[in-house]
C-alpha cells in the first residue's frame, strides 16, 4: 500500500551550507500520530515547513506517492496543512486567512475527497464554529492576528485546520504552547476524535511537542530529533 507520507533521505541545509539534518528516512501512516522531539534547535519546525514544502531540502516527500509539486502547491498545502508555532504571525484576519485557504480547499461531502471541489459560506462558518466551542467570540475573526493573543491565535488556526476539513495531514508545530492545560486538553480531544471520524478528513497528524506527558498521551509513534538524524524510539524523549 502507499503511504500517506513518506520521506526519502530528506536534508534540509542552513544559510551558511551547514545541514540542518540530513538522510531523515520514516514514513508517515492513516491513523498515525507521530510526536517530533528534540531540543530546541534539532530542526523540528524546519522538518515541518520542508514536509510542506515551505523550506527548500534534499531528498524526496511525497504524498500517496507524488511529489508535492505534481498536486500543485497551494492543493498540497491544504490536503497536508502546517499550522506554524506563532501563526499571531500572519498577515491580515484569520477571515482573510480562511477565505484564502478555503479558496484552495477541498472538502470531503462524500466518501471520496476530491480536489478543487467549490467551497460554500458553510464551509467558512465550520471552522467558526468550532472556534466558538472553544471560547474564541465572532468578532476575533476580523481583528489582526497581531492582535489576538498568543494561545487565541492557536485556537483560530487550529479551527481552521479542522473545521475546514480539507486536510488529511495536519502537521502542528507546539500547538498548545499557549495554552492553559483545560484548553490544551479541549484540543487534544477534539484532534484525536476528528482522526478516529469517518466523516473527518483527517487521517494522520506529525505533531510537535516539548511537553513529555502530551507526547505520552497523544502519540502513537515518536521520533527524537538530534545531532543532524532521527529515529524512532518507542516511548516519548524523557
Ligand atoms: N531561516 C533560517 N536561516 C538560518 N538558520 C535557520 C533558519 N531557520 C532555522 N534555522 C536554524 O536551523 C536550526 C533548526 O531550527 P528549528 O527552528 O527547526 O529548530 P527547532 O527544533 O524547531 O527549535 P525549537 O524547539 O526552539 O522551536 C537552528 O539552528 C536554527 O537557528
Not at 520521506?7 to 492513516?30: H, K, M, T, W
Request: aromatic share 6%; with cysteine; net charge negative.
Amino acid at each position: 500500500m502507499v503511504p500517506l507520507l513518506e520521506i526519502r533521505d530528506l536534508a534540509c541545509l542552513r544559510d551558511q551550507g551547514s545541514p540542518v539534518f540530513s538522510d531523515l528516512n520514516f514514513i508517515v501512516n492513516e491513523g498515525d500520530i507521530v510526536v517530533i522531539q528534540g531540543k530546541s534547535g534539532s530542526g523540528k519546525t524546519t522538518l515541518l515547513k520542508c514536509l510542506s514544502h515551505l523550506n527548500v531540502y534534499n531528498g524526496q516527500v511525497l504524498y500517496r506517492g507524488r511529489t508535492p509539486k505534481s498536486y500543485g502547491i497551494p492543493t498540497y498545502r491544504t490536503r497536508v496543512l502546517y499550522l506554524p508555532q506563532r501563526p499571531s504571525l500572519l498577515p491580515g484576519t484569520p477571515r482573510d486567512f480562511l477565505t484564502v485557504i478555503s479558496s484552495f480547499g477541498s472538502r470531503k461531502k462524500s466518501a471520496k475527497p476530491k480536489f478543487n471541489e467549490n467551497v460554500s459560506a458553510a464551509d467558512i462558518d465550520h471552522p467558526i464554529e468550532v472556534a466558538k466551542s472553544w471560547d474564541i467570540e465572532e468578532e476575533l475573526w476580523d481583528r489582526d492576528w497581531s492582535n489576538l493573543s498568543g494561545g487565541e491565535a492557536q485556537r483560530v488556526a487550529m479551527s481552521i485546520a479542522v473545521g475546514l476539513n480539507a486536510a488529511e495531514v495536519l502537521l502542528l508545530d507546539e500547538p498548545t504552547s499557549a495554552l492553559d492545560p483545560e484548553s490544551s486538553a479541549a484540543v487534544e480531544k477534539v484532534l484525536a476524535s476528528e482522526l478516529r471520524a469517518s466523516e473527518s478528513t483527517l487521517k494522520a497528524i506529525v505533531w510537535i511537542t516539548h511537553s513529555e506527558e502530551q507526547g505520552q498521551r497523544v502519540g502513537t509513534r515518536h521520533l527524537y530529533l538530534a545531532d543532524g538524524s532521527c529515529k524512532e524510539i518507542s516511548q516519548p524523549h524523557v
